[in-house]
């Protein structure tokens, strides 16, 4: 699957050299330029190199490598390529220093190389290489959230939590990603599984270990040999089978659900959450500011909203964008959709790769006195995620003749401008 990358960064801009040039190792010619950053200049030393089918595994792999790769498709002509080069460029003049290696793989010469790194075809992407760990990077193309996310990739893959400090980072990720924690004895062969399943999902779930009675207390567990699941937005956890003890098993019972009913897009996760979803999942797109008092009445119906279809997780995928967040996307997705998002929440059912999207009638809900209406506001939200799940509200054309009425209104509400 190939993901389309924004053109412009949403942090800092890097802006094109003034002349072409002939591939990822030539810099002389290159300029970069990054706003905001005035004391911030990329020194032209190239610190890329190309890999091959016959260098890679022995440099990537190793003993204490750590290596940044990008894989990608473009081609030495294409004018994204000084785009490219500038983000890795000045990334690598910052992460050289900490041990980063940088490297460039062409995927179109080397297809026996992406299909043993898992890369689809015509696909960019960056994989981190470190302590024999491959993370995959799936935020925004920009130097400031790549190397702030590159600086806080864990030494391991499970934290242990044994301290007030351990528990503050755990608790924190409440809404953020996927957290799994597991109560084992310390050393153990358990501990070691367990740890073992963690290190294929790093980068996308952090998985935590508590090894005595008191932390384990803490975060909600009874018995050695418990694990539980919290995944965002949904007030409680679930919990592994007492059978689950041995790699492949934690591996198979993540994979089964670890996906949530709702998830925030932002920076670091754009493309592993901004993308088409499975055939069988459903994609509802929701955009709501939460700095405003109709955001925060609509926040909260989403939370209630994601706990209440827990049983529809990994058929069932809200996005929650808050367009404060990606101002220079609030045009491009009103565009896209055909709706105006600065005029107050949005939510529809949608289809990225079409641009298309089947928009919930928000005067259906009253957000001026979300209290006194909160049982109706999501009893008609609700109702229109069930006709969603069932078929009736479909975004198939030959669906669309079927598509029954909106429910009435269970209050005097705002008229929406946009309907679609």
């Not at 389309?4 to 810099?27: D, E, H, N, W």
């Not at 026996?112 to 193309?141: A, F, S």
Request: glycine share 4%; charged share 35%; hydrophobic share 35%.
């Amino acid at each position: 699957m190939s993901w389309a990358i924004p053109r412009i960064s949403l942090l800092v801009l890097a802006f094109l050299a003034l002349r072409s040039y002939a591939g990822f190792s030539k810099t002389e010619e290159l300029e970069c330029m990054f706003l905001g950053y005035p004391d911030l200049e990329y020194d032209g030393f190239d610190r890329t190199e190309v890999l091959t089918e016959k260098n890679f595994n022995k440099t990537v792999f190793a003993e204490d490598a750590k290596s940044v790769i990008f894989f990608n498709d473009v081609e030495d002509d294409d004018p994204e390529l000084d785009q490219y080069e500038c983000f890795l460029q000045l990334s690598a003049q910052i992460m050289t220093k900490r041990g980063y290696n940088f490297y460039t793989v062409n995927t179109t010469k080397e297809q026996k190389l992406r299909k043993q790194e898992e890369v689809e075809k015509g696909e960019d992407t960056i994989h981190v290489y470190k302590d024999g760990y491959k993370i995959e990077y799936n935020g925004v193309r920009d130097p400031e959230t790549f190397v702030s996310w590159l600086m806080d990739i864990p030494d391991d893959p499970v934290t242990i939590i044994n301290d007030e400090h351990d528990l503050d980072e755990f608790e924190e990720l409440e809404d953020d990603c996927v957290r799994i924690v597991g109560y084992f004895e310390p050393g153990s062969a358990a501990l070691k599984e367990f740890e073992e399943a963690a290190e294929d999902f790093m980068g996308e779930i952090e998985f935590y270990a508590v090894v005595n009675s008191y932390w384990a207390r803490k975060v909600g567990l009874k018995r050695v040999g418990e694990v539980q699941m919290w995944r965002p937005f949904e007030e409680s956890p679930l919990f592994a089978p007492s059978s689950v003890d041995t790699e492949e098993e934690f591996e198979d019972w993540v994979e089964k659900h670890k996906e949530p009913v709702m998830m925030k897009l932002q920076l670091d996760n754009y493309f592993n959450v901004w993308r088409d979803p499975e055939d069988e999942e459903k994609m509802v797109l929701a955009f709501v500011d939460e700095e405003t008092r109709e955001g925060r009445a609509m926040k909260k119906l989403l939370d209630k909203l994601a706990d209440e279809n827990s049983e529809h997780a990994g058929t069932l995928e809200i996005i929650l964008v808050d367009p404060d967040e990606f101002p220079l996307m609030v045009d491009v997705w009103e565009e896209m959709f055909g709706i105006d998002i600065e005029e107050g929440p949005q939510i529809g059912l949608v289809d990225i790769s079409e641009k298309e999207g089947i928009w919930f009638d928000m005067s259906q809900v009253n957000l001026d006195d979300p209290k006194k209406h909160s049982d109706s506001n999501f009893e008609v939200l609700q109702t229109w995620i069930d006709q969603i799940m069932s078929g009736q509200i479909s975004l198939d054309d030959d669906d669309a003749d079927d598509e029954p009425p909106p429910p009435p209104p269970p209050s005097k509400g705002k008229k929406s401008k946009k309907e679609l």
